[in-house]
């Protein structure tokens, strides 16, 4: 009988360990905070130097944009958590997410696109990471939007997103030699309307206490069923600056 209890008591400290060890604070890897940045290589024929995503906090353009958009019943669309902050995300198209970050983890809003200055705000936010979140967590989402263009004309879409956080690895970039990252696999699809789509399947490295060292992104640009893009993007992270 004492050498029953002690199994099952090393059996559940092994497995209390163990589950400990899966479970993270998403902070932790996706900092999120006004002008982190991160320097990444660029393909061969980019001219514009190095990959730049940086961080932006927002608190005008953002939330007032939110706050005066109605859907076809005349209602707000949705409302921001008076507590949560909100940022904009850039990556290296100059495009950006737009993302809240509160005691629920980070939501995601909508995109704005740097081909033409518009902005795609979903119907509904969404949690993109939970506070904590654990390997082997899984996404899928489907949110329509609208796309708001600077000449006042609207479009509506539908957007969608699968993921799943797969396992810790470690990675080795021009920046250094990072343990135990996060690898998350990621697709995505954009019904641009007009008969466009645009879809990408995406693996991600994120380290603690950095965010994204290693990406590898594939694009893929649809005209009516005909593929007209489809490139593949993997840039290695060269520096950050986080604060």
Known sequence: MKNTTVTIALFLLCWYTTSG??????????PIADKNE???TAPDDWK?????SKIEKESGEFIGLFNTIEG??????FSIPKTAKTYRHFDATKASKLLSVSENGISYHGETFASDGSIAVFEKPFIWFSKEEEIGS??????NYIRYFVDGTQRKGTFEIVQKIIKKEDIEVLAGKFKNCLRVEFDTYWD???GTEAKSVNVYHYAKDVGVVKASARFIILKNGIEIINRLVEPDLKSYLIY
């Open 192 to 194: 641009l309307g007009e």
């Open 21 to 30: 060890q899966n479970i993270f604070s998403i902070h932790d890897y996706y």
């Open 48 to 52: 514009d130097g190095d990959y730049i």
């Open 38 to 40: 991160w320097r990444y």
């Open 72 to 77: 076809e019943d005349g209602n707000e669309l």
């Open 138 to 143: 899984d996404l899928k989402v489907a949110r």
